[in-house]
């Protein structure tokens, strides 16, 4: 069974459009995340929920609003495109303990999102 | 903002050979976790160090956590083939961050047979 799924894994899109995308986590983690990974590599954190709620949101465009409907999944939306918004997203999960240490994240395979 | 700069960003060595990565922070982290990461997946774990002065070994990697738990480096000793890929270092934040998971710039490692 997959622990950290996301879909689609590719994404080819014209500027301007507006795009969704879903991830899902079966491990019982109460906090989930989504990470950019830039063309350098750099992997970059966007947004983190803890229990549906959101803890965490870098400075990211307005046009990019997570939704989490239940702590099982939580998904991305885009609207209005841009070039620069080419990228591989990933999904993540992780469980913090009462002590503070962070268990693994869990990625998902990742989503190329590609804007022409 | 915690920052952690790793180096080098690019390695390419020869089988057999030591390499060793460096991830350095001028923050203190409540941990630091080890990921490494193949072309098309996503990262995976490989080691979380939480007391300063921590030494982990897994098979050929060495895996140490500074003293003030600012820095650690990995070492890989006789590289392989099959150590290639992209080694990311992150560092867990402390409460008030939201125990935030802060990634290194990654170290692109090749080894060549």
């Known amino acids: 069974d997959t622990a950290v799924s996301q879909t689609p894994k590719y994404l080819v899109t014209q500027m301007g459009n507006d795009k969704s995308i879903k991830c899902e986590q079966n491990l019982g983690h109460d906090t989930m995340y989504w990470y950019k990974q830039d063309s350098k590599k750099f992997l970059k954190i966007m947004f983190s929920?803890?229990?549906?709620?959101?803890?965490i949101n870098e400075t990211v465009p307005n046009r990019f609003s997570p939704k989490s409907p239940d702590k099982a999944h939580l998904n991305l939306h885009i609207n209005s495109l841009e070039l620069g918004d080419s990228a591989v997203y990933f999904c993540?999960?992780?469980?913090?303990?009462?002590?503070?240490?962070?268990?693994?994240?869990?990625f998902g395979q990742g989503t190329r999102l590609t804007v022409v | 903002t915690q920052l952690l700069e790793q180096s080098p960003q690019f390695l390419s060595i020869q089988e057999g050979e030591n390499l060793t990565v460096y991830c350095n922070s001028s923050?203190?982290?409540?941990?630091l976790q080890w990921y490494r990461q193949e072309p098309g997946e996503g990262p995976v774990l490989l080691v979380t160090v939480v007391t300063g002065g921590e030494v982990k070994k897994l098979k050929r990697l060495t895996f140490q956590f500074g003293d003030a738990r600012k820095d650690s480096s990995l070492h890989i000793t006789a590289a392989q083939p099959g150590d290639t890929g992209l080694y990311l270092c992150a560092g867990v934040g402390s409460r008030g961050s939201n125990y935030k998971l802060t990634f290194g710039k990654g170290t692109l490692l090749t080894v060549n047979p």
């Open positions: 929920y803890n229990n549906k709620e959101l803890i």
């Open positions: 993540a999960s992780s469980h913090v303990r009462r002590t503070g240490v962070n268990t693994e994240a869990f």
């Open positions: 923050s203190v982290f409540s941990s």
